[in-house]
C-alpha cells in the first residue's frame, strides 16, 4: 500500500477576508512561520483595506506588510489568481485557515460559488476533505448567517469564531487574541502554549 502524506510537511492556506480581525490573521501568520510551516496567503481586496485600517502601525499598505513577510516560508497570492495552487484538488495542503471570515465568503463556499480564489480555496477544501477551519466575525448574527455557518458545518468545516475566554483572566488584546490563535493551532494539530488551559497549572508571578 502507499504510504500515507505527512501532512505537517505541506503548507497552509490562508485565506483573509474583510471582516474585521485581521490581526488574527497576522498572528496565525506569525506563530505558523515561527515553527518553519509554510504558507500560501490569499487577501481579498476588501481585506487588504481593512489590514491598513485596523493595523496603521504596521503599515498602511497590506502588501507592504507582505513582503516583509519570510519569502522562504510565504507565498502571497492575487485574489483573481485562478491558477494558484491551492484553486486545483490535486494540490495537497495541511488545511485552509479563513481568518478572519466574512459572511459573504462564508455565504459564497456553503453555497458553491467561487467568485475569487479565496472561495475556491475553500470549496476545494470541502470537495478534497481537506481540512477547512472558518474563523467567522459577524454580530449579530442572521438566520442567513447561522444557515450558511450550519451548511459549511454539516459540510465538514470547523466554525471557530473569535469568542474571547474569561477564565484565562487576560490581561491585554495580545492575551485574548493568542487565546484564539491557540484554538486555531489546536485544530491544525500543533502544540502550542499561547494560552493557559482549563484544568493545567498556571505560573503565578
Request: proline share 7%; net charge negative; glycine share 6%.
Amino acid at each position: 500500500m502507499p504510504e500515507k502524506c505527512d501532512s505537517s510537511n505541506l503548507p497552509v492556506v490562508i485565506g483573509i477576508t474583510g471582516a474585521s480581525g485581521s490581526i488574527y490573521a497576522l498572528r496565525l501568520i506569525e506563530e505558523l512561520t515561527h515553527r518553519e510551516i509554510p504558507i500560501h496567503l490569499v487577501a481579498s481586496s476588501a481585506g487588504r483595506q481593512v489590514i491598513a485600517h485596523e493595523l496603521p502601525e504596521r503599515s498602511s499598505n497590506a502588501d507592504e506588510i507582505f513582503t516583509n513577510l519570510p519569502k522562504s516560508l510565504v507565498e502571497v497570492y492575487k485574489d483573481k489568481d485562478f491558477f494558484a495552487p491551492f484553486c486545483s484538488g490535486s494540490f495537497s495542503s495541511r488545511a485552509v485557515v479563513i481568518v478572519p471570515a466574512s459572511m459573504g465568503t462564508i455565504g459564497a463556499i456553503a453555497n458553491g460559488i467561487s467568485s475569487n480564489s479565496l472561495h475556491r480555496a475553500g470549496d476545494v477544501a470541502l470537495k478534497e476533505r481537506i481540512p477547512l477551519i472558518t474563523v467567522p466575525r459577524e454580530t449579530p448574527l442572521s438566520t442567513i448567517h447561522l444557515q450558511n455557518l450550519l451548511t459549511l458545518s454539516q459540510s465538514g468545516a470547523v466554525i471557530l469564531p473569535p469568542v474571547t475566554a474569561f477564565y484565562q483572566n487576560p490581561q491585554s488584546q495580545d492575551d485574548q487574541v493568542n487565546f484564539i490563535i491557540s484554538r486555531i493551532l489546536d485544530q491544525l494539530n500543533i502544540d502550542n502554549d499561547l494560552s493557559p488551559r482549563w484544568g493545567m497549572p498556571q505560573e503565578h508571578e
